[in-house]
Every structure is written in C-alpha cells, then in structure tokens.
C-alpha cells in the first residue's frame, strides 16, 4: 500500500488494519454523545452522533432530499412487481453480517451498492435512482432500500467503523412512530427528509406503527474528514481482501491505479506484490 499511496498519505489506513487484525476495539464513552465502539477505527476522525445534514457539507444528499419522491416512486413501483423476487438479486434478505442478531430476522435490505462496487443486476430495476446517485458525486461505500416492518426494531449494537457515515432518507416512512438512537439522541424519520448519523456509537431503531412497514434509503459514505488518498487506498483494501491471494493483489492493485487520478501515481521502485501491505495477507476477521 506505500508503494501506491506512500505512507505518510495511508498511514491512519494501515494503523487501522493492523487494530482489525488483532482483534483491539477503540471505546469511547464522549459526555454529552454517547459510547463509541468501533474495530475498524481512523485516528482523529470527528466523533459526531447525528452530522448537520444542511451545513453545506452534504450538498448530494440535500439533491437526494429535493428529488426523494422520484426514488419513493420507483420503489413503489417496484414492490408491485410481483416477480422483483426472481428478477432481482437478492430482494429483501435478512442481515448477514456478525451483529445480525442486533438486526432481527424482519429487517430487510435490496442493495445497490456494496464495498464500492455497484450491484448490476438491481441498479438495472432502479435506474432513476441510481442515476440520481451518480450525478449527485455520491461518495457512497454502501446504498440500499431497507424495510422495517410495523411494531419491530434493531437491539442497540455498533457498526464497528468510525470512518465510514450513514444517511437515511425517509421515503415511506410513519412519521412520529419510527425513530433512530444514536448515543445520547433520538431522532424521528420523516418523509423526503435526510438523517446522517455516525454508527460507530451504540445505536437502535423501532417502528412502533401497528400497520405500515418504515423503508428508507440508506448510503453509507467515508467520512468527510478523511483524504481523498485515504478513501482510494480503503477502497482498495476492499479489493485486496475479497481475494488476498498474489494474484487478486495485483488485481487489485491495478484497478487502484487506474483510479488515480492523472500525476497521482507515485513512482518508486518496483516493489514485491503485498509490500507495504503489512498484515493484509492474512486476511481480516
């Protein structure tokens, strides 16, 4: 990773992937915030449990507000389709990740996009909403539609990663019965109305509707106060680590270079496939 990103531009990047890869966890209880818990964690990051979505910080997601009934729409669409099922790919699956007892067998997703990497086969059945995504320089690590039926919730747990944020936009939601902790705050979703809240502090939702089922759109982005070199050189471990072998590195290592952007290559000597990798090669837990 130093030979493409030098070390002074990735250093935050490996200090964090050596904390994954033994197994550590930063916590952080912040007065007045909340607990923090997180084992994927970037030094020096803002700790922050709800972000100001109209602070000229967000300009996208503030587009995503203002164009929320063309996504709603398409949804709607969709769900009429009674063969969405076999069309799409994976519709509506349960959490699959280590925590997905906190989640609940009822909460549900349809993913776009996962670790960068855009899902082809159902970007194709929402295509406006996907476009609007594009367009709006969505810096988008994760977007999907997540459905909460009535009168369920997500048990307080953390997402374990400070340097990636997590946007909400209510679509079909029942106002005033659904809500969001995170830390110290709670928060209701509204229709057409964005939340950003940083998952890494303990967090639940519930929907406590007795009839009508919460979606929303959710985008998971890298933190704002994280360089551009940083975002490129995270992404590129996603790459590595979907296929630590010699081979799928230096697959990976070209597809990193070819997202640089032009004169930001660096050019050192030839450097051995997982130099500067330190513990990528036995791969993240």
Same mark, same amino acid.
């Given at each position: 990773m130093y030979s493409l990103y030098g070390k002074y531009?990735?250093?935050? $990047? /490996?200090?964090?992937?050596? %904390?994954?890869?033994?197994q550590g966890e930063? /916590?952080? *209880?912040?007065?007045? @915030? +909340?607990?923090?818990?997180?084992?994927?964690?970037?030094? +020096?990051? &803002?700790?922050?449990p709800y972000h100001d979505v109209h602070n000229g910080q967000f300009p996208w997601l503030e587009k995503l507000e203002t164009e929320y009934l063309q996504i709603r729409n398409e949804l709607n669409e969709a769900l009429e389709n009674p063969d969405l099922s076999s069309i799409g790919n994976s519709i509506w699956v349960p959490a699959a990740r280590d925590d997905a007892i906190a989640y609940g067998p009822s909460w549900r997703t349809l993913v776009l996009q996962d670790r960068c990497q855009w899902e082809e086969t159902n970007t194709k059945l929402f295509p406006a909403t996907t476009r609007l995504l594009r367009d709006a320089a969505c810096p988008s690590v994760e977007v999907f539609f997540a459905r909460q039926p009535p009168k369920t919730g997500i048990k307080p747990h953390t997402d374990n990663t400070n340097f990636i944020l997590t946007a909400h936009v209510g679509l079909d939601v029942p106002e005033d019965l659904s809500w969001m902790q995170v830390g110290d705050f709670k928060k209701y979703w509204k229709n057409g109305e964005a939340l950003v809240a940083d998952t890494s502090f303990i967090h639940s939702t519930?929907?406590?509707?007795?009839?009508?089922?919460? *979606? /929303?759109? $959710?985008? &998971?982005?890298?933190? =704002?106060? !994280?360089?551009? /070199?940083?975002?490129?050189? !995270?992404?590129? %471990?996603?790459?590595?680590?979907?296929? =630590?072998? @010699?081979? +799928?590195?230096?697959?990976?290592?070209?597809?990193?270079?070819?997202? !640089? =952007? =032009?004169? +930001?290559?660096?050019?050192n000597k030839k450097a051995s496939v997982g130099d500067g990798l330190g513990l990528l090669s036995k791969g993240m837990r």
């Open positions: 531009n990735c250093q935050r $990047i /490996v200090d964090s992937l050596e %904390l994954n890869l033994s930063v /916590v952080n *209880y912040i007065e007045g @915030k +909340g607990e923090q818990r997180a084992s994927s964690f970037l030094e +020096g990051l &803002r700790a922050i519930a929907n406590e509707s007795e009839t009508d089922d919460r *979606y /929303v759109l $959710i985008v &998971r982005f890298w933190h =704002p106060d !994280m360089s551009e /070199v940083e975002r490129q050189a !995270m992404h590129f %471990l996603f790459d590595a680590l979907d296929d =630590p072998t @010699k081979s +799928g590195i230096l697959v990976a290592e070209r597809q990193a270079k070819s997202r !640089m =952007p =032009p004169g +930001g290559r660096r050019r």
